[in-house]
C-alpha cells in the first residue's frame, strides 16, 4: 500500500505561481512513477505531469513550458512547480503513483486562479 499526501493549493492571482508537493509513505519502495493529475467536474482526470522513478518526464502539452515535475532527494516526495498560472488552470489536482500494477491517488488540493 501506498499513501499520497498533498499540499500546496491555494488561490492565486493569473500569471502567478504556486508549488504543489506529494508525500509518498508506505511502500514507496515499489513505486515506478509518480505525477500529478487535474479534474474539473464533470470531466475526465487528465494528465498534467509524470515523472519516473529514472527520472524521465512528461508533461500535457498545455502545460509545457509553465509547469515542472521534480522528485525530492528522498525519491517519496514529488513537487509540480506551477508558473504564469492562467484561469483556466483552475481545477483539483490528484498526485498518482503507479507500483507495478497499482495505481494510487491523493486526496486532491484546489487550486483557483483569479483573473
Known amino acids: 500500500q501506498v499513501q499520497l499526501v498533498e499540499s500546496g493549493g491555494g488561490l492565486v492571482q493569473a500569471g502567478g505561481s504556486l508549488r504543489l508537493s506529494c508525500a509518498a509513505s508506505g511502500s514507496i519502495f515499489s513505486i515506478n512513477a509518480m505525477g500529478w493529475y487535474r479534474q474539473t467536474p464533470g470531466k475526465q482526470r487528465e494528465l498534467v505531469a509524470t515523472?519516473?522513478?529514472?527520472?524521465?518526464?512528461n508533461y500535457a502539452d498545455s502545460v509545457k513550458g509553465r509547469f515542472t515535475i521534480s522528485r525530492g532527494n528522498a525519491k517519496n516526495t514529488v513537487y509540480l512547480q506551477m508558473n504564469s498560472l492562467k484561469p483556466e488552470d483552475t481545477v483539483v489536482y490528484y498526485c498518482n503513483a503507479v507500483a507495478g500494477p497499482l495505481i494510487y491517488w491523493g486526496q486532491g488540493t484546489q487550486v483557483t486562479v483569479s483573473s
Open positions: 515523472i519516473t522513478s529514472g527520472g524521465s518526464t
